[in-house]
């Protein structure tokens, strides 16, 4: 059964949240991908939100308590419905934060104000398959799943692409295909990280995993 877990650091859960009672598990399977806070230690109330990406196509809102408190899935703006909404976050680089959600199967990303109120999309002009977020400074850090990991400045414009291998997308038996693994180039990233430094760690979504250390120069 899939749920989302609370933990400590040592390991102790301290909150457990199931699926919540909504009509459209009546049909669909419950399969989150992701979770984002909206952290009270930058001013927010502690919300917490789930991306049921491999599942229903919606993303989930919920008090700091695990109380059930409404849903979105894509239709409430002009963009459309969420196709595997894999990744979420909170932005608190700008005066309000907004919540962005990777759009991914759709190319791009959905924002939308901390209540869940739409507000507007951007990238599919310039993305592929937007799976997460992080940031380091002022520079916004996507993996893509199709072999790279994207780049955008504090308003959202494109900045560079980092290690870009997409042509091993058309590969058959991809992702699983390690004869075809190169230093400098991505297969599949699925997730990353920064440390204080600014050197990023990438997770790929591969048989046995690989993890690639960009160190910053």
Same mark, same amino acid.
């Given at each position: 059964?899939?749920?989302?877990?609370?933990?400590?650091?040592?390991?102790?859960?301290?909150?457990?949240?199931?699926?919540?009672?909504?009509?459209?598990?009546?049909?669909?399977?419950?399969?989150?991908?992701?979770?984002?806070?909206?952290?009270?230690?930058?001013?927010?109330?502690?919300?917490?939100?789930?991306?049921?990406?491999?599942?229903?196509?919606?993303?989930?809102?919920?008090?700091?308590?695990?109380?059930?408190?409404?849903?979105?899935?894509?239709?409430?703006?002009?963009?459309?419905?969420?196709?595997?909404? @894999?990744?979420?976050?909170?932005?608190?680089?700008?005066?309000?934060?907004?919540?962005?959600?990777? $759009?991914?199967?759709?190319?791009?990303?959905?924002?939308? $104000?901390?209540?869940?109120?739409?507000?507007?999309?951007?990238?599919? &002009?310039?993305?592929?398959?937007? &799976?997460?977020?992080?940031?380091?400074?002022?520079?916004?850090?996507?993996?893509?799943?199709?072999?790279?990991?994207?780049?955008?400045?504090?308003?959202?414009?494109?900045?560079? @692409?980092?290690?870009?291998?997409? &042509?091993?997308? !058309?590969?058959?038996?991809?992702?699983?295909?390690?004869?075809?693994?190169?230093?400098?180039?991505?297969?599949?990233?699925?997730?990353?990280?920064?440390?204080?430094?600014?050197?990023?760690?990438?997770?790929?979504?591969?048989?046995?995993?690989?993890?690639? !250390?960009?160190?910053?120069?």
């Amino acid at each position: 059964t899939a749920e989302v877990a609370k933990m400590t650091l040592d390991g102790k859960t301290v909150l457990n949240i199931d699926k919540p009672d909504h009509p459209v598990y009546q049909k669909a399977n419950y399969a989150p991908t992701w979770v984002a806070v909206n952290e009270e230690r930058f001013g927010g109330n502690g919300d917490i939100w789930v991306t049921d990406g491999y599942g229903s196509n919606y993303v989930h809102h919920y008090d700091k308590t695990g109380k059930y408190l409404n849903s979105i899935n894509g239709e409430e703006g002009k963009t459309g419905a969420f196709s595997c909404p @894999h990744g979420i976050w909170v932005d608190n680089r700008k005066s309000e934060p907004e919540l962005y959600v990777a $759009d991914r199967s759709n190319k791009r990303i959905q924002v939308y $104000d901390v209540q869940g109120g739409y507000k507007r999309a951007f990238g599919d &002009d310039y993305l592929t398959s937007p &799976d997460g977020f992080i940031t380091h400074g002022e520079f916004l850090m996507m993996p893509e799943l199709y072999a790279r990991l994207t780049i955008l400045d504090g308003n959202d414009k494109l900045v560079t @692409h980092l290690g870009s291998n997409e &042509d091993v997308v !058309k590969v058959k038996g991809w992702p699983n295909i390690h004869d075809h693994l190169a230093a400098g180039k991505f297969n599949s990233p699925h997730g990353m990280a920064a440390d204080k430094a600014g050197n990023l760690y990438v997770v790929e979504w591969i048989t046995g995993g690989r993890i690639t !250390k960009l160190a910053k120069v």
